[in-house]
C-alpha cells in the first residue's frame, strides 16, 4: 500500500486468537489473527473519508480491472479461501468469498465506491493483500477472541435483537457469546459507531494463506483508521 501524508503509528504485531481444540484437528490451517486500532482521525468511524483514502481508492479501482478483476480467484490467497469454503459447506460459486464480493460490486459499478471511513479502511486492506478483515467496537468485548462451534439457539450478540443461530457453525465469539459468523455478518449493536474510538479488527488465516499477509492486511486496516 502507498504512502498517504501524515505520520505512520508505530508498526505492532498481532495476537493469535484462541481455536476450539476439534477445529485445531479437523481444520489446521484455521487461525484467527487479531489487533487493537485506535482511531485518531478528525473523520467519524462512519463519516466520510479523507481525500488520500478515497485517492486510493481510485488508484485501487484502475488496479483491479477487467481480465484481472475476472481472474482473481485464481491467484494463491484467494484460491486458498475457495478452498476452505469447500472445506466447511459453501460453494464459492454461491457463497462469494469477500474478495470475489468485491469484484463482482467493482465491476458492477465500475469502481470501488467509498463507504466512509472503516468501511473504506477494510476493503483496501483485503484488496492490497487478499486477506479480509472485520472489525468490532472493543467496547463491548469480553475477553480475548477465537473462533469455535456455535450451539442450537445461540444468540448473536449479547443484544436484544440478536438472532439465534443453528447448531455447528462457526463463529468468532469472546468468552461469553459469538460476536460474528466465521465469513459472515457481525452481532448487532458489536459494530463500531461513529463515536468509537477503540477498535479490535480481525482477519481469518486458513491454509495456504501465509502469516505475513494476514498480518499486512490488519497493519493495513489500523494504520488507515491511525494515520494523523
Request: include cysteine.
Amino acid at each position: 500500500m502507498s504512502e498517504a501524508a501524515g505520520s505512520r503509528p508505530e508498526r505492532r504485531q498481532s495476537a493469535r486468537g484462541w481455536r476450539e481444540r476439534e477445529l485445531g484437528e479437523e481444520l489446521p490451517g484455521l487461525s484467527l489473527f487479531v489487533t487493537e486500532a485506535l482511531h485518531t482521525r478528525k473523520q467519524a468511524l462512519t463519516g466520510e473519508s479523507p481525500t488520500e483514502v478515497r485517492t486510493r481508492l481510485h488508484e485501487l479501482s484502475n488496479r483491479f480491472r477487467g481480465a484481472r478483476a475476472v481472474g482473481i480467484r485464481r491467484e494463491p490467497v484467494p484460491a486458498a479461501y475457495r478452498v476452505f469454503f469447500r472445506q466447511i459447506g459453501l460453494d464459492p460459486d454461491v457463497v462469494r468469498t469477500p474478495i470475489e464480493a468485491v469484484m463482482m460490486e467493482r465491476m458492477l459499478r465500475g469502481g470501488f465506491a467509498t463507504a466512509g471511513l472503516l468501511e473504506d479502511a477494510l476493503l483496501i486492506a483485503l484488496l492490497d493483500t487478499g486477506v479480509p478483515v472485520w472489525a468490532l467496537d472493543a467496547r463491548w468485548l469480553d475477553g480475548e477472541l477465537g473462533i469455535r462451534v456455535c450451539a442450537e439457539g445461540e444468540p448473536l450478540g449479547r443484544s436484544p435483537a440478536a438472532p439465534a443461530l443453528p447448531a455447528g457453525g462457526l463463529v468468532v465469539a469472546d468468552a461469553s457469546a459469538p460476536l460474528a459468523i466465521l465469513f459472515g455478518e457481525l452481532a448487532p449493536g458489536h459494530e463500531p459507531g461513529a463515536g468509537t474510538d477503540r477498535v479490535v479488527l480481525f482477519a481469518v488465516q486458513v491454509e495456504g494463506v501465509p502469516s505475513l499477509y494476514v498480518e499486512e492486511a490488519l497493519w493495513t486496516c489500523s494504520t488507515t483508521l491511525e494515520r494523523r
